[in-house]
């Protein structure tokens, strides 16, 4: 977790994860290649338990590290 962020019952949270590309991945082949994939979750919190999430990750970089 890059960085968090706190706004009463909302939480914020930028995520970087490191993974090996495999497998193919949206028509790509796998090239085994280390990918840093970075994205977004929203959550909505109410004591003590996550009631709604939203969540992106950023295609376009992942993509772009796969060569697709």
């Known amino acids: 977790l890059t960085k968090l962020v706190v706004d009463g019952d909302f939480v914020s949270i ?7 590309n495999t497998g193919k991945f949206m028509g790509a082949p796998a090239n085994k290649k280390n990918l ?6 929203m959550r ?3 004591n003590g338990k996550v009631m709604q999430e939203w969540q992106t990750t ?3 970089g ?3 590290q796969i060569g697709g």
């Not at 840093?36 to 979750?41: A, K, M």
């Open 14 to 20: 930028q995520f970087t994860s490191s993974v090996v």
């Open 36 to 41: 840093h994939v970075d994205g977004i979750f």
């Open 44 to 46: 909505n919190v109410k």
């Open 58 to 60: 950023d295609l376009l």
């Open 62 to 64: 992942t993509m772009t």
